[in-house]
């Protein structure tokens, strides 16, 4: 090469340009560190090995080209020092942090023997499988939990998603998604995209931009807030007395859909008798959101043909009423005629990994080997019957700390996790203590995090630039993508560790007997893809022969027990009209709330709101990268109004000692416009200030057993030197 030539690829290089010269290639990946309807197209740049770059794909239909903070971070993420390098075992007592590196065939020799033994002594369902907020290998741990016996497979799914499928379920037999392209208004309840989900947000910015009228309801001034034709602001938890005065104001101004409601529904009677006691007012003052504009909400949905609902995973359902909340909410797309025609609520089957992609699997056929009757209850099944019924044949994870320290119904022994975080679970050192009661704890995992630290055993995963994972997008679209980079240290893939251990595990099974790849090809047929095709393609492709939109699927029979649409659930009808648990979507405050505890809101006079999503962290994963943590300095931080600061004479970065019955935690000042005069905002997932010691173990919604994050009672002090929180 001549100087000049040279001289230009050393400046090539430096601008990270592929080519040969330069010998940087871009490999097209995924990024998992959101999961899993939020996985963006990666453009990864590598050279000799290494990672040196990423950007966004432009061709992937979800993120056209985009990535966020988080995704950009990658490289952080990925080179990060506290990645876990070797299987670990434990060296000294539980928790005290110490242990030698063992090999991987000395580590899942000794997982494989302390499931058999616990199985043996106590039987399959004495093990506990459990999977964190990674997505990817569930369907292949819980076909392992269950050809092994346990009916013990449990997720994070616990505390995200299952609850609003729940309510959605009682109602309709079978939850939808809204039609966004297609729909004159979205009521938006509860949901941030803008910070959520940026993929999401952009195609909601397109409808937005085609003229779709929005309703937001929120406690907070958010992004999507900003762009609402009309915003409803409540306090968090009133959602259900919110949707029941809209729907009041709905059918008493007949502006229900009168065929509809007739025809496909049961129990609108009683439903609208029930209602009459949410007039504009008393929503007003069990919400705080003004009454004329609940009229004005309930008049703007129900004359919007079709009109759609956007509903979140979390927020609503993360109440002590959260599910018959929401129930409320949905029985708006009921009474208006808006469920499963376009530009409504389309319901759809969920090709993989709860993703409606439009194209058939057979996931669920895979993840299930043998059915859930054969097997004990699993764990939560009697303190949430509604759950055990209709959740999805997952156990509920809430119910771990209590089973593992009562040892009823049954003794608790061992407990593999992937990806678990202990500060998931509300009262989480208590859940940390019930530990004590298990002969083995294994947890895998990208990093050494605190779990990890108290486990018996840890085994070293890599993340998604390091796999080979499959995923499904609504659009149609479906990638596998292969390893851009080798794993680095000794870190494998989860799919490989769940694919060994089912070798000594359930020896006679006969897909885990063929592999992944061969799996993946089973799971795939009836879509025609193949591994093959799919690894042709690393930037994924669209699916032929997609299934076609077929509207009003309840014209055959609602799956529900009454073959119709349910205001009045027949299914809750059966616990006996219990409180919480009735049968119509009755309103209840907030077990923790001025309302229902005016004797604890003198000394806890705030609402506390924990985990509304920043844009740069997610959960307990991402607060280590400096990167990150350089976009909202000086937290973990509360977000409080300005008139609250301003009360409580704090300036932002302030310190605060923020106190609940059950702990408190030292946090600083965030002083904001976003916040609703009367709530503290606090982010999950921080070790020096752990939201979920806050809350009682016990604060859980009665048919989901979700736990009530998003709305208890606590109080701010400016906190003095020497301040100190419960929970370091
Ligand atoms: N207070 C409060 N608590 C909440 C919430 C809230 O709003 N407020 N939100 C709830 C909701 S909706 C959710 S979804 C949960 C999420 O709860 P968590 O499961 O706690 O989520 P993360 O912290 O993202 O991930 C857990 C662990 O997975 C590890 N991990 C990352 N990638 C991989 C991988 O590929 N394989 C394996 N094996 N491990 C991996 C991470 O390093 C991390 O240690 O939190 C819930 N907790
Ligand atoms: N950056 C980032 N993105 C994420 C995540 C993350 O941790 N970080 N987590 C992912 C996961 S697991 C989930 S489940 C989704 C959640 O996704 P979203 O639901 O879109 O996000 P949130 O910020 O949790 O909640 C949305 C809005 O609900 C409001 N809200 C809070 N409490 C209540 C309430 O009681 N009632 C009503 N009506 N509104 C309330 C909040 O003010 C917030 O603006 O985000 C996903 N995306
Ligand atoms: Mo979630």
Known sequence: MTTAGADISARRLKAKIPGPDTGIEIKKSICAICDPATQCGLDVFVRDGRVIKVEGSEEHP???????????????????PDRIKTPLLRAGPRGSGRFEPVSWSEALNLTAEKLLQAKEKFGPESVVFFSGYTKYPRPFLRRLAHAFGSPNYC????????????????????????????????????????????????????????????????????????????HLRLRPGADGALALAMARVIINEGLFDRRFVEDHTYGFREFAEHVQDYTPARGEELTGAPAEKIILAARMFAASKPASLVYSASPVVHNTNGVQNYRAVFSLLALTGNYDVRGGNLAKSSSY???????????REFESPRPMSEMAPMIGADKFPVWAEIAGGEAQAMRLPDQLRSGRPYPLKALLGFGLNYRMWPASENFLESWNSLDFVINADVFMTDSCRRADLVLPVCTSLERAEFRAYPMGYAQLCQPVIAPLHQSRPDVDVIYDLAEKLCPDDPLFKKGYEESLNWILEPC?????????????????????????????????????????????????????????????????????????????????????????????????????????????????????????????????????????????????????????????????????????????????????????????????????????
């Open 62 to 80: 979800f993120n056209r080209g985009s990535l966020c903070a988080k995704g950009a971070a990658h490289r952080q993420y990925l080179y990060h």
């Open 155 to 230: 997720t994070e799914s616990s505390t995200c998603n299952t609850a609003t499928a729940m309510a959605q379920k009682l109602l309709f037999g079978r939850p939808g998604s809204p039609d966004l392209p297609n729909s004159q208004c979205a009521l938006i309840w509860s949901c941030n995209y803008f910070h959520s989900n940026h993929g999401q947000a952009m195609a909601l910015q397109r409808e937005l931009d085609r003229g779709l009228k929005m309703i937001v309801v929120d406690p907070r001034l958010t992004p999507t807030t900003a762009k609402a034709s009309l």
């Open 353 to 363: 990994l709860h993703v409606a992609a439009k194209f058939a699997t057979r996931e």
């Open 528 to 728: 025609g893809l193949t591994v093959e095709k799919l690894k042709n393609r690393p930037e994924g492709l669209y699916v032929d022969n997609l299934q076609e939109t077929v509207e009003r699927k309840y014209m055959e029979g609602a799956a529900t027990p009454s073959g119709k649409i349910e205001f009045k659930s027949m299914i809750l009808e059966r616990y006996g009209e219990k409180p919480g648990l009735e049968s119509l979507p009755a309103y209840h405050p907030p077990r923790l709330s001025r309302e229902a505890r005016p004797d604890l809101a003198a000394e806890y006079p705030f609402i506390l709101n924990t985990g509304s999503r920043l844009p740069m962290f997610l959960h307990s994963r991402l607060n280590h990268l400096s990167w990150l943590r350089s976009l909202r300095p000086g937290h973990p931080a509360v977000d409080i109004s300005p008139i609250d600061a301003e009360r409580l004479g704090v300036k932002a970065g302030d310190a605060l000692l923020l106190s609940t019955p059950a702990g408190s935690v030292k946090v600083k000042a965030n002083p904001t416009r976003m916040a609703l005069e009367g709530v503290a905002h606090l982010y999950h997932g921080w070790p020096q200030a752990n939201a979920n010691s806050l809350l009682a173990g016990d604060y859980l919604d009665p048919i989901s057993g979700f736990p009530g994050y998003k709305s208890s009672l606590c109080s701010l002090k400016k906190a003095t030197e020497g301040t100190e929180g419960t929970e370091g």
